[in-house]
Antibody, heavy 124, light 107 residues
Framework: EVQLVQSGAEVRKPGESLNISCKAS????????IGWVRQMPGKGLEWMGV????????RYSPSFEGQVTISADKSISTVFLQWSSLKASDTAIYYC?????????????????WGQGTLVTVSS | DIQMTQSPPSLSASVGDRVTITCRAS??????LNWYQQKPGTAPQLLIY???SLQRGVPSRFSGSGSGTDFTLTISNLQPEDFATYYC?????????FGQGTKVEIK
């Protein structure tokens, strides 16, 4: 069974750093991009970026580029989302998801499955 | 960046109703459009990919159509478990934006 298991809820103060994780299992980790999606309290889904775990090629949304770092560690089949200096506005649930696609038509891609989500709370 | 606009933002419907949600892209995305369902407190789940392909395990009362800039998600014979928020997402270009969501509530 393909599974993405995310790290647990975090509470931090503004200005602190944070690293949350997404561990994949049940498939060849190197062969599927993995993405991150933000959901602020009571709001919709926001596409943050994706990473190819095989070579760490990463694509960011302009809204998040420079604000977060997406990385991958093939040795432990895990993708990370990192902040160097959190803001209160980073308070949200963050989901990771595997990007599947039609092999012969790579623009036909979608997120499935999703991790369970990690709640990040930033408050002084 | 491509903007995705869903309508309506919310709707009320009864069990057994036929429900249609629309999603419009700010430029052509050909057929590169996905639909997800999210229930409160849970992660989104894929329903439809590439505009009209039903994900394995998703009931056949869900269907998707459209191409270019205009797309629809139809739920025929609405069931109690279908009350949720639905999101479209384009996969044509980065950033692969989501629509703002449509909440389907019980009438």
């Amino acid at each position: 069974e393909v599974q993405l298991v995310q790290s647990g809820a975090e509470v931090r103060k503004p200005g602190e750093s944070l690293n949350i994780s997404c561990k994949a299992s049940g498939y060849n980790f190197n062969t599927y991009w993995i993405g991150w999606v933000r959901q602020m309290p009571g709001k919709g889904l926001e596409w943050m970026g994706v990473i190819d775990p095989d070579d760490s090629d990463t694509r960011y949304s302009p809204s998040f580029e420079g604000q977060v770092t997406i990385s991958a560690d093939k040795s432990i089949s895990t993708v990370f989302l990192q902040w160097s200096s959190l803001k209160a506005s980073d308070t949200a649930i963050y989901y990771c998801a595997r990007q599947d696609a039609i092999i012969v038509e790579p623009l036909a891609n979608w997120f499935d499955p999703w991790g369970q989500g990690t709640l990040v709370t930033v408050s002084s | 960046d491509i903007q995705m606009t869903q309508s309506p933002p919310s709707l009320s419907a009864s069990v057994g109703d036929r429900v249609t949600i629309t999603c419009r892209a700010s430029q052509t995305i050909r057929s590169y459009l996905n639909w997800y369902q999210q229930k409160p407190g849970t992660a989104p789940q894929l329903l439809i990919y590439a505009a009209s392909s039903l994900q394995r395990g998703v009931p056949s009362r869900f269907s998707g159509s459209g191409s270019g800039t205009d797309f629809t998600l139809t739920i025929s014979n609405l069931q109690p478990e279908d009350f949720a928020t639905y999101y479209c997402q384009q996969s044509y270009s980065v950033p692969r934006a989501f629509g703002q969501g449509t909440k389907v509530e019980i009438k």
